[in-house]
Antibody, heavy 120, light 108 residues
């Protein structure tokens, strides 16, 4: 079925790195722009990053620019988020989300999320 | 930066009630707004896009409207499965996106 499945979350010390993955299935992944959105415990949603359908353009929130890197492998139907220099305030559930085909700013399919905890 | 202010942040309602949630943008965003529903421990789900277009599969008791920079999500008759937190999101500054603070709908 049509779905997104995140993985790679866990507990990591401040300053260390982590890479999240998002496996897509049930649709033509290479046609869609993809986002990462996060949600700190008990808080609202925060957009993190976006990548074009072909990976040529990438965009970041100010809070993660220079530390996080979004990428994709269309041959593997997988989206990635490389997170470096992690901080306590990066603790959150990270969701990957598909941008709508006609308007990629609308998020029409979400994964179940993966929890990242940054703590010493 | 565009700010989205949702009100109320919390509301208590009964099954069958008509519920209205408001999202006000700090500047004009045309109809570039979506609404999502999130249940505890689950991912958000798209309900409405382009301010008033119902996403496929979403019950018709949900509707959205716009009056200039003020947007409204209405649930015409609240059902038990509708108790959740609702978020608005602007895409006028796409690809950078902004979400409202959320409105939690609880059972009275």
């Amino acid at each position: 079925q049509v779905q997104l499945v995140e993985s790679g979350g866990g507990v990591v010390q401040p300053g260390r790195s982590l890479r999240l993955s998002c496996a897509a299935s049930g649709f033509t992944f290479s046609y869609y722009g993809m986002h990462w959105v996060r949600q700190a415990p008990g808080k609202g949603l925060e957009w993190v990053a976006f990548i074009w359908y072909d990976g040529r353009q990438k965009f970041y929130a100010d809070s993660v620019r220079g530390r996080f890197s979004i990428s994709r492998d269309n041959s593997r139907n997988t989206l990635y988020l490389q997170m470096d220099s992690l901080r306590a305030e990066d603790t959150a559930v990270y969701y990957c989300a598909r941008g709508n085909f006609d308007n990629a700013g609308t998020l029409d399919l979400w994964g179940q999320g993966t929890l990242v905890t940054v703590s010493s | 930066d565009i700010q989205l202010t949702q009100s109320p942040s919390f509301l208590s309602a009964s099954v069958g009630d008509r519920v209205t949630i408001t999202c006000r943008a700090s500047q004009g965003i045309a109809s570039n707004l979506a609404w999502y529903q999130q249940k505890p421990g689950k991912a958000p789900k798209l309900l409405i896009y382009a301010a008033s277009t119902l996403q496929s599969g979403v019950p018709s008791r949900f509707s959205g409207s716009r009056s200039e920079a003020e947007f409204t999500l209405t649930i015409s008759s609240l059902q038990p499965e509708d108790f959740a937190t609702y978020y608005c999101q602007q895409l006028n500054t796409y690809p950078s996106l902004t979400f409202g603070g959320g409105t939690k709908v609880e059972i009275k």
